[in-house]
């Protein structure tokens, strides 16, 4: 039978050993067999091989099994990004891993990345100390892992982690954010899809200027707003399908919307209401602008009171942003100017949480009347209180309405989750680092395990899912358990034997034996 498989696999018919003639009472020349005596290609003129095994047992039972042989089919290779994700039991042996790995690719740079993809993600033992690199092909990999930094790979921490989603607010949208996710990730896509149909009730032009916008139409806060809303929103859900679910939500300025939508403070349908509704009565309001000062809020507080028609709108410790009419604006920028000290204008064209938004707080609060309120299902940090919020408060038109005028207190915020005992991930779920940048001010490094963003910002040429993917891969380092199926399922294997677990040797004779022992033993 082994024989059988082996001549099958090999196409070949080996030679039958010391025949020299055949038996004179079996007529070979009048019948289609013989016997086979020199080593020979096995070949068919269409169809597959087969040969049959015949078992004849001594009691009389008998056995005969058709064999066939198994074509591969031709393999289409793609240059799609795959994450590759290794893991041992230490980091010498994910070191001989990885330097295995490297070989393998080194010699075989046609490789079928899929199948490498999904076997190391599926069929692949997790252990303490890993490693995940992207990649989209054989040559990228070995690249890749040239660059591996061992003495950074740390094993897994076994204290009980936080992950903590971070939703920024307006200043960063652009054309197209996460078009590439939308076009290569199913999942993402539905989502979208789901949001702008909900969205086409308020203005149905809002994924026309996603993927076809100017700069100046994202300064238009009827469009901005909704259209950060969704790809927050959507980003998250994204994430939480992965099986990366978070145990803190905190949303900054108006990211607080898609956090407690995610949190599950209102429906999506009644979220996306309520940020139509916010953005249409801001537009009604005097216009504004909203200036990024490197400054604490007692110094910033100097200018503020000097200055009419101005208010702190966030403070985030060491610096702040204010908001206030144009001309206050202009006056405050000729100010600071003469102290030489820098500052920079948000890409909105509203004061948000600040006096400039008092006269639509009324109407607002009308609005919030029509929709259904819920208590939050994941802990949720309130930027305008600074601290965790119940249920009773984020469940009042009044806290929403508030919201409007309010200062976002996100240094505050930041600081309380740093009194906790607690060792954090940090997930900002908007374009930059914005708000990690700011938040790794405020917590302390022995607290934080790792922070990553997850949508690139616009000057950053890079592809959507090359991005997410490398940030993915920072995740499972760091011990977070993707569920989802990154890598597709693939029809058949290769042929290739690829590189499995490497032997770690150790020696323990010695510990167990005297030395007078050991010695006898080693002579």
């Not at 690139?456 to 899912?465: Q, T």
Request: charged share 25%; net charge neutral; aromatic share 10%.
């Amino acid at each position: 039978f082994i024989k059988c498989v082996l001549s099958l696999y090999n196409k070949v018919i080996p030679p039958t050993i010391h025949y020299e003639r055949p038996n004179r009472k079996i007529d070979f020349g009048n019948s289609p067999f013989y016997v086979n005596t020199l080593l020979k290609k096995w070949e068919v003129s269409d169809g597959p091989l087969r040969a049959g095994v015949s078992s004849f047992g001594m009691g009389g039972t008998n056995v005969h099994i058709v064999l066939e042989n198994y074509e591969y089919p031709d393999k289409v290779q793609d240059d799609n990004y795959k994450l590759l994700m290794f893991s041992a039991k230490s980091r010498v042996a994910l070191g001989h891993m990885l330097g295995e790995w490297k070989k393998y690719f080194n010699e075989q740079p046609d490789v079928d990345m899929s199948e490498i993809a999904y076997v190391l993600e599926n069929k692949r033992s997790r252990f303490t100390f890993r490693k995940a690199i992207g990649c989209s092909s054989a040559v990228d990999a070995v690249k890749k892992l040239e660059s591996v930094s061992f003495e950074k790979i740390k094993r897994i921490a076994s204290e009980q982690k936080k992950i903590a989603f971070m939703f920024p607010g307006q200043g960063n949208q652009y054309a197209k954010m996460c078009f590439g996710l939308y076009k290569e990730i199913a999942t993402f896509r539905m989502y979208v899809d789901r949001c702008f149909e909900i969205q086409n009730e308020y203005n149905s032009e809002t994924k026309k200027l996603w993927l076809d916008g100017t700069d100046s139409d994202f300064m238009n806060t009827t469009v901005s707003q909704p259209l950060i809303f969704i790809m927050e929103y959507c980003i998250a859900r994204l994430l939480m399908d992965f099986g990366i679910k978070p145990d803190i939500i905190m949303g900054y300025s108006f990211g607080e919307y898609a956090a407690a939508c995610i949190a599950g403070v209102f429906s999506l349908e009644d979220a996306l209401f309520v940020v139509n509704k916010r953005a249409r009565l801001m537009e009604r309001t005097e216009k504004g602008v909203m200036l990024n000062i490197p400054l604490e809020r007692e110094r910033c507080m100097r200018y503020t009171s000097l200055i009419e028609d101005l208010s702190i709108a966030i403070d985030n410790g060491s610096s702040c942003v204010v908001a206030g009419g144009i001309d206050a604006i202009e006056k405050c920028e000729d100010a600071l100017k003469k102290d030489k000290i820098m500052s920079m204008r948000i890409g909105v064209e509203y004061g948000s949480h600040s006096h400039l938004m008092i006269p639509i707080v009324e109407r607002f609060t009308e609005a919030l009347g029509s929709i259904e309120f819920h208590e939050n299902k994941i802990p949720m940090v309130s930027c305008v209180t600074g601290e965790f919020v119940n249920g009773s408060q984020i469940m009042k038109a009044s806290y929403w309405s508030n919201h409007l005028t309010e200062c976002v207190k996100y240094y505050e915020a930041v600081k309380m989750l740093d009194s906790l005992e607690s060792k954090y991930i940090l997930i900002e779920m908007g374009p930059g680092r914005n708000l990690l940048t700011m938040a790794l001010r405020g917590i302390g490094e022995e607290k934080l395990i790792c922070a990553i963003d997850t949508i690139r910002i616009k000057s950053r040429n890079i592809p959507d899912v090359k991005y997410l993917y490398d940030k993915l891969g920072i995740l499972y380092d760091n011990g977070i358990e993707i569920e989802y199926k990154l890598n597709a399922d693939i029809s058949s294997y290769g042929i290739n034997i690829l590189p499995n677990y490497p032997f770690e040797k150790n020696s323990f004779g010695k510990q167990l034996m005297t030395d007078e022992v050991f010695q006898l033993g080693k002579n």
